[in-house]
């Protein structure tokens, strides 16, 4: 049935699970029909969105039959879960990251192809206007041949202590992000990791990925006191800023001091000022973009760009292994 609308369910009525309620309720293509949360107190989350609540998600999934869910469990319940929707045809966005281990990823993905399931991971900074804006400029040309890219994802400590290390939980976008960008994987990842405020885990690290004359370098933590989540790109013909939070992205072309060094004045106005052009993107929240796409996809639209599991089982692995690395 093309373009009608989905009913929609999630399940954890979280954190993160209360933005995709949020959402779903706002977009035209969404029925939000229940939740499901163990945790009974969430209950007024789907009275605010009309929409049935359940504490058991087995319950909800059979009772109500949605077409398509949202899993918004701690990670360490993706894999059942997930598993026990795709074995009743229903399509499946997990947030990130896709599983606990490469093999439950794995064991998804074999899943999901089996039963004919849409299946996608909430690797939700892929949906941020910037995002789709730099690639389109990377894969344009527009910065040469890219050398490296620069993350940056730091915040004050969470109120409630994340029950996974910074890596698992902070990095894992910008690695994915990075390997998007580039179109490939790394061939070497190193990593540094210390513990400030975390009562187990490190709460702070640095992480290198070499792909082979480029390189992707990423710093994530729980203790900068002011929260920045920016990226930026040198390529052999100029350099890309982006703030993922202002959504503002900025473009230099590369400026070779052509005229002959007339001393530090002229060096400062070169190199000092170089031309940069600001690039409009039109403001969205992310994870509106990124449901959007889920239901386009379901409708049938192959057109909708969904983060393929496999890239974000790539990225869990990393990640993974750069937590071996400093561990
Ligand atoms: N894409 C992003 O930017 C982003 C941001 C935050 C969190 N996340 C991901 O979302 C997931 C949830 O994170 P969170 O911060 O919302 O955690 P949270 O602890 O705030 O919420 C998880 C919810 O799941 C419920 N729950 C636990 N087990 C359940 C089960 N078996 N059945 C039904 N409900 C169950 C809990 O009661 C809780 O309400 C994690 O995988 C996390 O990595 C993604």
Known sequence: MPNHKIRVAVIGGGN?????????SLLPGADLVALA??????????DEYGA????????????TKPEAVSIVVPTTFHAEVAEYAMKRGIHV??????????????????????????FTVGHIERYNPIIIKLKTMVDEGKIGKITSIVCKRVGGFPAIEPKTDVIIDLAVHDIDIISFLLGKQPTKIF????????????????????????????????????KIRTISLTGSTGYLEGNYITQELEYYKHNMIKT?????????????????EVIKVD???????????????????????????????????????AVKKYE
């Open 93 to 118: 966005l997990l947030e990130k990251p896709i599983a606990s281990t490469v093999k439950e990823a794995d064991e998804l993905i074999k899943l999901a192809e089996k039963n004919s399931i849409i």
């Open 37 to 46: 949360d163990i945790n009974p107190a969430t209950k007024i989350l789907a």
């Open 191 to 226: 990593s540094h990791g210390s513990r400030t405020h975390h009562t187990k885990q490190i709460d702070s690290a640095e992480i290198l990925m070499d792909y082979g004359g480029a390189s992707g370098f990423i710093q994530a933590n729980w203790l900068t006191p002011v």
């Open 283 to 321: 403001f969205e929240e992310p994870l509106a973009v990124e449901l959007k796409a889920f239901l386009a996809r379901i409708n049938g639209d192959k057109q909708s760009h969904l983060v393929n599991p496999r890239d974000a089982r790539e990225a869990l692995r990393l990640a993974l292994e």
């Open 52 to 63: 049935q609540y359940f504490t058991d998600y087995q319950k909800m999934l059979s009772e």
């Open 16 to 24: 993160m699970g209360k933005n995709h309620m949020r959402n779903y």
């Open 260 to 276: 002959p060094n007339k001393g530090f004045s002229n060096f400062v106005t070169n190199m000092g000022e170089p031309k940069k």
